[in-house]
């Protein structure tokens, strides 16, 4: 399994600043994704994160808005850029693994990082 | 969009059997069945997951019908712990490997 934390745990920033945000695994990964879960709603995908490669993001998603990094096989930072109140949210990232079968076969969660944008 | 669908709620008694229905359509043949839960505002946990075969581990039975069109997850023994919102998933396990989360079922275990 992987071990995943998440830096901050949660933050309230105010609104046009950017936060941050470190995704760390304690083992190598190729494939990892970040989610955002708006208050009392499901998880929707931002983006897929893969080492050496430019991440790939989902509709309604852009890189202005949440540019991602993923500089190693451990680590990722996502950055929510010029933040409004309707950015307040969960961030989660997660990353595919291959520790049942052999093959990929589930995704760990991080913890999740709480933004509250005033 | 997510191609499942689920109830929005569940109840279920401590200690009963905790059956969560799912509907999954238009899955294609080469796409997985997928069930995570998460516990209140904790990152989603892994469950199990299944092809066509009905699949069970320490946590749960995966009850998929014939035509794959529709699952169950099954929790033989439901505890207070239980109480989560389960997510039903479908996905391919090759090219992205994304999952496509939909809206998930709150299932609350009375004691």
């Known amino acids: 399994s992987a071990v995943i934390s998440q830096k901050p745990s949660r933050d309230i920033c105010q609104r046009g600043t950017s936060l941050t945000i470190q995704c760390q695994v304690d083992?190598?990964?190729?494939?990892m994704f970040w989610y955002r879960q708006q208050p009392g709603q499901s998880l929707t995908l931002i983006a897929t994160?893969?080492?050496?490669?430019?991440?790939?993001?989902e509709s309604g998603f852009v890189i202005d808005k949440f540019p991602i990094s993923r500089p190693n096989l451990t680590f990722s930072t996502l950055t929510v850029s010029n933040m409004s109140p309707e950015d307040s949210s969960i961030y989660l990232c997660?990353?595919?693994?291959?520790?049942?079968?052999?093959?990929?076969?589930?995704?760990?969660f991080g913890p999740g990082t709480r933004l509250t944008v005033l | 969009d997510a191609k499942t669908t689920q109830p929005p709620s569940m109840d279920c008694a401590e200690g009963r059997a905790a059956n969560l229905p799912c509907n999954h359509s238009?899955?294609?043949?080469?796409?997985?069945v997928y069930w995570y839960r998460q516990i209140h505002s904790q990152g989603p946990q892994y469950i199990i997951h299944?092809?066509?075969n009905n699949e069970t581990n320490e946590m749960a039975s995966l009850i998929i019908t014939e035509d794959r069109k529709s699952s169950t997850l099954i929790l033989p023994h439901a505890t207070l712990r239980d109480t989560a919102v389960y997510y039903c998933?479908?996905?391919?396990?090759?090219?992205?490997?994304?999952?496509?989360f939909g809206t998930g079922t709150r299932l609350k275990v009375l004691a």
């Open positions: 997660s990353v595919e693994g291959a520790w049942r079968t052999g093959g990929y076969d589930e995704q760990f």
């Open positions: 083992s190598q990964v190729t494939m």
């Open positions: 994160a893969n080492q050496g490669s430019e991440a790939t993001y």
């Open positions: 238009t899955i294609s043949g080469n796409e997985y």
């Open positions: 299944g092809l066509k």
């Open positions: 998933i479908v996905r391919l396990l090759s090219g992205t490997y994304k999952y496509i």
